[in-house]
């Protein structure tokens, strides 16, 4: 079993809809959690970071995490076909040193 | 600023040939990464250095890959001699170590295909 789990879709919804993503794991250790975006043909960018549980929002992004239930989401508001791409989440116990990346979820916008 | 720069972008090779990749990470980057990314799947690290110090190889196949970077900057990825399960991308990445939050920054990765 991997340590972090994503499902890989591919995940295709109107132009304005709200998208949901999630990751599940299985490390309590985890303490940062990141999601990043990657184009096609092009390396990963980080979206969003958050430290411990709790909820982070970045204008139309909103990350959650519940490390209770060791599930960690992100939201896309008025979702726009720019943010067509795939989502990588991204967990560890020390910053950038141990990321340990999900599968990925491959999202398409449709206009 | 210039990001992280690697070449080549695209290589095609036989299998049992050497290849090479390249890396230079974002100046002042004490802390940079060589990631494998298969089809579909997300990054997986290779090895981490600190300044010209390899400070987390353990995933890096040593029997046929290796790695440097002289004087703490550039850094290259070395397959000898490659296979056909050896066909990715190859991604490179820095981060400053102090207020470390996690974030990466990649480059856009050297594609190989091994036919």
């Known amino acids: 079993q991997k340590e972090v789990e994503q499902d890989p879709g591919p995940l295709s919804v109107p132009e304005g809809a709200i998208v949901s993503l999630n990751c599940t794991y299985s490390n309590s250790a985890f303490q940062y959690f990141m999601w990043y975006r990657q184009y096609s043909r092009k390396g990963p960018e980080l979206l969003m970071y958050t430290y411990s549980s709790g909820n982070k929002e970045d204008g139309r992004f909103t990350a959650q995490v519940d490390k209770s239930s060791k599930y960690i989401s992100l939201f896309i508001r008025d979702s726009q076909p720019s943010d067509s791409a795939t989502y990588l989440c991204?967990?560890?116990?020390?910053?950038?040193?141990?990321?340990?990346f999900g599968q990925g979820t491959r999202l398409t916008i449709n206009p | 600023e210039a990001g992280v720069v690697q070449s080549p972008r695209y290589k095609i090779i036989e299998k049992k040939q050497p290849v090479a990749f390249w890396c230079n990470p974002i100046?002042?980057?004490?802390?940079l990464y060589w990631y494998l990314q298969n089809l579909g799947q997300g990054p997986e690290l290779l090895i981490r250095?600190?300044?010209?110090?390899?400070?987390?190889d353990s995933q890096l196949p040593k029997d046929r890959f290796s790695a440097e970077r002289l004087k703490g900057v550039d850094s290259t990825l070395k397959i000898q001699p490659a296979e056909l399960g050896d066909s990715a991308v190859y991604l490179c990445?820095?981060?400053?170590?102090?207020?470390?939050?996690?974030?990466?920054?990649f480059g856009e990765g050297s594609r190989l295909t091994v036919l």
């Open positions: 250095y600190e300044n010209e110090e390899a400070v987390d």
């Open positions: 990445a820095s981060s400053l170590v102090r207020g470390n939050t996690g974030e990466l920054f």
């Open positions: 100046s002042g980057h004490n802390t």
């Open positions: 991204a967990m560890s116990p020390q910053g950038a040193q141990k990321l340990v």
